[in-house]
C-alpha cells in the first residue's frame, strides 16, 4: 500500500492518477460512449447515466487494475462499484457545473467518484475545479429545486473561497478520485470543442446503504493482490 496516496487523499480528498488509460485507449471509450449515446439516445442535459449497463467495455474500464489498486487503498479490501455516467460538453452543450458536494445527492455511506478526462480537459472547454480539504467543512446547501438547469442541492457562492480553488487540468486518460463531500464544479465550455468525461461511483461494500435505483451494475471490483490469489 502506498500510504502516501491515502495520506494525499485523506487531506486534500481528491488524488489524480496520470495516464490511467493511454491515448489510444481514451479515445476508444469516447468513441464507445458515442456509440451508446447514439444508440440509446441523449438530451439536453449533457449526461448519460449507465454506461456499465449498456457496453461490457465500460465495466472493463471500471475495474482497471491500476484504479482497482487505488481504490483499495483509498477504500479498504472491499470496493463496491455503483454506477457510471458519461457527461459531455460542445459548443452546443457548453453548460457549467455550480458548486456543489454529492453527498447530499444520495446520502447513506460516504462515496468516491472517478473523473476520467476523455478529452483533455482546460479551463476553456470545461475542466474539473476544486477547493482542497473541504470535505472536512461543514456547509449548509442552497435549495434550487424546480430549476430547469438541475443541481437542485448547491453551495452559496459565499461558502467557497476564490484563494483555494485549483483548476484540475487533465490530460486525455488521466483519472482524478475525490470523495463525495469534496466542494467541485466545472467551468463552462467556451472553447466550442469537445470536452467528454466518464464518472464512475464507489463505495465501501461492507457499509449498508439504501438501494439505490440508478446502481444497476454494481459487482466488487477487487485489487491486483485480491485477483492474484
Not at 488524488?15 to 493511454?22: C, H, I, M, Y
Not at 448519460?48 to 479490501?77: C, R, T, W
Request: overall charge negative; charged content about 25%; some cysteine.
Amino acid at each position: 500500500m502506498d500510504a502516501r496516496l491515502k495520506e494525499q487523499f485523506e487531506t486534500n480528498g481528491y488524488v489524480v492518477l496520470k495516464q490511467l488509460f493511454n491515448e489510444e485507449e481514451a479515445v476508444l471509450l469516447k468513441a464507445e460512449a458515442k456509440r451508446v449515446l447514439e444508440k440509446n439516445g441523449v438530451d439536453k442535459s449533457g449526461v448519460y447515466v449507465g454506461m456499465a449497463v449498456a457496453s461490457p467495455a465500460f465495466k472493463e474500464a471500471a475495474a482497471h487494475p491500476v484504479l482497482a489498486n487505488a481504490l483499495g487503498q483509498i477504500i479498504g479490501d472491499h470496493v463496491l462499484f455503483l454506477s457510471d455516467k458519461v457527461v459531455f460538453k460542445s459548443a452546443s452543450t457548453d453548460f457549467g457545473s455550480p458548486w456543489h458536494q454529492d453527498y447530499p445527492y444520495w446520502h447513506g455511506s460516504h462515496k468516491f467518484s472517478v473523473w476520467i478526462a476523455l478529452d483533455n480537459a482546460v479551463p476553456e472547454n470545461g475542466c474539473l475545479r476544486i477547493v482542497p480539504g473541504s470535505h472536512h467543512e461543514d456547509v449548509e446547501h442552497a435549495d434550487f429545486t424546480g430549476r430547469e438547469e438541475g443541481f437542485t442541492n448547491r453551495l452559496r457562492d459565499e461558502d467557497i473561497d476564490p484563494g483555494r480553488i485549483v483548476d484540475l487540468i487533465a490530460s486525455r486518460g488521466d483519472a482524478i478520485i475525490f470523495h463525495d463531500l469534496l466542494f467541485h464544479a466545472s467551468h463552462p465550455n467556451s472553447s466550442g470543442e469537445e470536452r467528454w468525461a466518464l464518472i464512475s461511483t464507489y463505495k465501501d461494500g461492507t457499509l449498508e446503504d439504501p438501494d439505490y435505483g440508478w446502481a444497476k451494475a454494481a459487482f466488487r471490483v477487487d485489487g491486483p493482490s485480491k485477483q492474484n490469489a
